[in-house]
C-alpha cells in the first residue's frame, strides 16, 4: 500500500534457497538456472492470487528473471 500512495514500484526477487525444492535443484547444479524462474513465478503467482495487484491497482511490479516461467504457465494459471 505505501509503494502504491507514494507512486513506487517493487521489485520481486525471490530468496536464494530455502525452499523445499533446495535440495534437489542443487543436486545436479540446477539452482542458478531452475530455482530463480521457478521462484520468480511462484512469488507472481502467490502476488496475483493473494489479490494484492486486486487491491492495489496502481502498484507496479518489476519481476526480476523476467518472470521467471510465468509467462509460459500463464495459460494454465
Known amino acids: 500500500a505505501a ?6 514500484a ?3 526477487h525471490p530468496p536464494a534457497g530455502g525452499s523445499d525444492l533446495t535440495d534437489a535443484f542443487a543436486e545436479y547444479g540446477l539452482s542458478s538456472g531452475l ?14 492470487y ?16 523476467l518472470g521467471g516461467v ?5 495459460g494454465r494459471l
Not at 35 to 48: I, K, P, T
Not at 70 to 74: E, H, Q, T, V, W
Request: net charge positive; proline share 5%; charged share 15%.
Open 35 to 48: 530455482n530463480a524462474m521457478f521462484g520468480s513465478a511462484l512469488a507472481l503467482s502467490r502476488l496475483v
Open 3 to 8: 509503494l502504491s500512495m507514494r507512486g513506487k
Open 70 to 74: 510465468a509467462p509460459f504457465l500463464s
Open 10 to 12: 517493487a521489485v520481486l
Open 50 to 65: 493473494s489479490g494484492v495487484l486486486d487491491r492495489h491497482p496502481r502498484l507496479d511490479v518489476i519481476a526480476t528473471h
